[in-house]
């Protein structure tokens, strides 16, 4: 591509040319976006809303018939045969009187009123107090703090008992409190921790300064911009977090390849002037390349059969573009601007310390070795990889449950006592009939055929079926309480029972009647269920546009089936890690979690588009300057050995960068988020160094000249240009 059509080379010049009007553009796109998104706010998905298969069918129709609403309960405990006791029974006056004054809260139930004779226990020690909070579980959350007083306040008053209170929203309310605090804690040791791994790489202050700014800079845009996306599709809140890993990760990569180029242009002689020039039109350009990928790989998500997956792939999709628009127009009128002063803020420690650890020269040596025998390299490397990969064959994937979640959340430590004293509170599997009236007598007699069939099957089904219909008389929902936790075998023999033998013989029996089972075993077996057909579509999008955009980028069919199969690699060695450690439970001691024997259901989706579009970055950066050596005139071999060279440092300080900003997910309570970090770390860290380092010049070393191989064109070569005069032309 010739340097006057390069896109990113024009941008470059005129950002440089212009560099007052692409800085104040910037930060008031920047400013603007977030203010816009504050102001309007984020609208989040709502729980159940979210839901696969035909779990999620029967989630939809409940929350389109049924008002909103958030159950809550509170849990009165003492002494056996304490409920019969007057204490006892004022505290339960108590709660009931305090909540029903609530304006934000209905449907308070006495454990003493007919009808609720199974809300105290069979010891009589403990009883439960039922409420309702109507509107949006948003709104639920925002309001949840008034009964969450009353129940103290009652705990206060009645210091002999323990009083606490569990429900959807004070749950989801303290959870994501805890995860916004471990979160930004996390966040608040990366930052400092990626600045001074930047130090180093650069030697001063100021050119470690501007990747970290362009990185949060994008962060803050895109976070504005998904409030008025979210307000066309609601979000999962998780987006957020995702967004900051990802903006940090591919921001600082893109300005570490511009910056990088424009020093080692200036140490080579060139003016500022110059040296940005050809900055833009090379690193520039493979900034393009790689965001492009990188978008790409992420857009596979919206395969995923889950509407929580187009919401990943939409924010990572809009933090990476708005961190190649940044790349591309206001990080070169910085460079420009700051000219020589970017080497400022040198401390005399960093260059002595480099000198010790010696620097690139690390990976010198291990490329002139790996060079010196390609084979016996790339066969240990790729056993290594495969050693890796191994446990990955014996991956059982689930959804987590209320097992996985800290016990430090009050809202669980009273969870865990309901369950203790009332087991047919735990879980429930629901039956969702739909009719134009399921009122009418064939359908009342179905649902009765309901309650009459799971009673016959005590061990599975564990109390009597309670049923509610929609104001509409559309939907009706009819509740049962099943054996297990959710989601072990007798929770599945539960469920297979209701779809495959009761539903079909009662409601499935009536003309014009839709039967759905949901809850939460229903939702974890058709959430897997999805996944695992859904995978083939995600991985066979994912792999044919990146096989696409390198073959269009490189003109050679062998490098793009190369990186794929490297990609593959070092994907399927950091799974088997992740098995290893969460799933067989060998990182418990270290990670400081209790394995539930299986990695959560969405994350290996999610892992590969992430992995295979960031890995593109160091591939897409290494592969534009091994080929432009070799169209400079070099062999393939010495291309290989001084591209991997020029790039190692940068590659080696993006990789630190990630791993450190994903390792600090170790530090959060939330086991999903745990692993979600250290699988990402695990693998950039192999990516960076066994694939990158090692795998990677050993393979193009044995190719040779086949590595440019492209039928019928094989002799055409790619022009990145070499000097000040082709990158201005």
């Not at 049924?66 to 405990?77: D, H, I, R, W, Y």
């Not at 990943?312 to 700051?338: E, Y």
């Not at 990402?680 to 160094?689: C, I, N, Q």
């Amino acid at each position: 591509m010739h340097a006057s059509r390069n896109i990113a080379a024009r941008a470059g010049r005129w950002s440089a040319r212009h560099r007052k009007t692409a800085i104040v553009g910037w930060l008031v796109f920047v400013i603007a976006a977030f203010m816009v998104g504050k102001s309007i706010g984020t609208d989040n998905v709502e729980p159940g809303a979210a839901g696969a298969g035909e779990s999620g069918a029967a989630q939809k129709a409940t929350l389109d018939a049924f008002p909103k609403k958030s159950a809550g309960m509170v849990l009165v405990q003492g002494e056996p045969g304490s409920a019969n006791e007057a204490e006892f029974r004022a505290a339960v006056t108590d709660v009931v009187t305090r909540l029903r004054a609530l304006d934000d809260v209905e449907a308070v139930k006495s454990p003493y009123a007919p009808g609720q004779e199974g809300k105290i226990s069979a010891d009589r020690s403990s009883a439960l107090v039922d409420y309702e909070i109507p509107g949006s579980s948003e709104r639920a959350k925002e309001v949840v703090d008034e009964p969450l007083a009353a129940v103290a306040a009652v705990q206060e008053d009645h210091p002999g008992l323990t009083i606490g209170e569990f429900g959807d929203a004070s749950l989801s309310k303290e959870v994501l409190d805890k995860e916004n605090a471990e979160i930004g804690k996390a966040t608040m040791i990366s930052l400092p921790f990626t600045l001074i791994i930047l130090l180093f790489a650069f030697g001063a202050l100021v050119a470690a300064g501007v990747p970290l700014l362009l990185a949060i800079t994008a962060i803050l845009a895109t976070m504005g911009l998904l409030g008025p996306v979210s307000q066309i599709s609601p979000i999962n809140p998780a987006v957020i977090h995702v967004v900051t890993l990802v903006g940090l990760a591919v921001g600082i990569d893109y300005s570490l390849f511009y910056v990088r180029r424009m020093r080692e242009e200036r140490r080579a002689g060139r003016s500022n002037e110059d040296a940005l020039a050809i900055a833009a039109a090379t690193s520039g350009r493979a900034v393009l390349v790689s965001g492009l990928t990188v978008m790409v790989a992420m857009a596979g998500m919206y395969f995923g059969g889950v509407s929580n997956f187009t919401a990943f792939a939409t924010g990572t999709i809009l933090v990476v573009a708005v961190a190649v628009l940044g790349s591309l127009t206001v990080l070169p009128a910085i460079l420009a601007a700051l000219g020589d002063k970017l080497d400022r803020g040198r401390p005399p420690f960093v260059g002595r310390i480099k000198q010790r650890l010696g620097g690139v020269g690390i990976w010198s040596r291990i490329v002139d070795r790996v060079l010196r025998r390609p084979l016996l390299a790339a066969v240990l490397s790729a056993g290594f990889l495969a050693v890796l990969a191994i446990p990955t064959f014996g991956m059982h994937t689930a959804l987590p449950g209320v097992e996985s979640i800290s016990r430090d959340v009050e809202a669980m430590q009273t969870y865990d006592r309901i369950q203790a004293q009332f087991p047919a509170e735990s879980m429930t599997a629901v039956v969702v009939v739909e009719a134009d009236d399921v009122t009418s007598a064939p359908v009342q007699a179905a649902i009765a055929g309901l309650g009459e069939k799971t009673a016959a099957r005590p061990g599975l089904f564990q109390g009597p079926a309670e049923v509610e219909v929609s104001p509409d008389r559309t939907v009706a929902g009819v509740a049962f309480p099943i054996a297990g936790n959710g989601s072990n075998a007798a929770s599945n023999r539960a469920l297979d029972a209701l779809r495959e033998e009761i539903v079909p013989a009662t409601v499935g029996e009536v003309d014009g009647v839709e039967a759905n089972v949901s809850g939460p075993t229903a939702a974890i077996r058709d959430f897997n269920e999805t996944m695992t057909s859904h995978l083939p579509y995600v991985f066979g999008f994912v792999i044919a546009a990146a096989f696409l955009l390198l073959l269009i980028t490189f003109r050679s069919l062998v490098i793009p089936i190369k990186a794929i199969v490297l990609n593959l690699l070092s994907v399927a060695a950091s799974y088997g890690v992740l098995v290893w450690l969460f799933q067989d439970g060998h990182g418990e001691s270290l990670l400081g979690f209790e394995s539930t024997g299986a990695i959560t259901a969405w994350l290996p989706l999610f892992m590969f588009v992430i992995l295979f579009g960031l890995s593109m970055d160091y591939h897409v950066l290494i592969l534009s300057r091994i080929r432009e050596l070799h169209d400079g005139g070099m062999s393939t071999r010495q291309a290989v050995a001084e591209g991997i060279k020029d790039t190692a440092g940068v590659v080696t300080t993006a990789a630190m960068v990630m791993v450190g900003v994903f390792a600090m997910f170790a530090i959060v309570s939330n086991v999903e988020l745990k692993q979600m970090g250290i699988g990402l770390a695990v693998a950039v860290l192999l990516d960076a160094t066994v694939v990158r380092g090692v795998l990677l010049p050993a393979t193009m070393s044995l190719l040779g000249e086949r590595n440019w191989w492209l039928p019928g064109r094989s002799g055409r070569k790619v022009h990145v240009p070499a000097d000040a005069e082709a990158a201005r032309a």
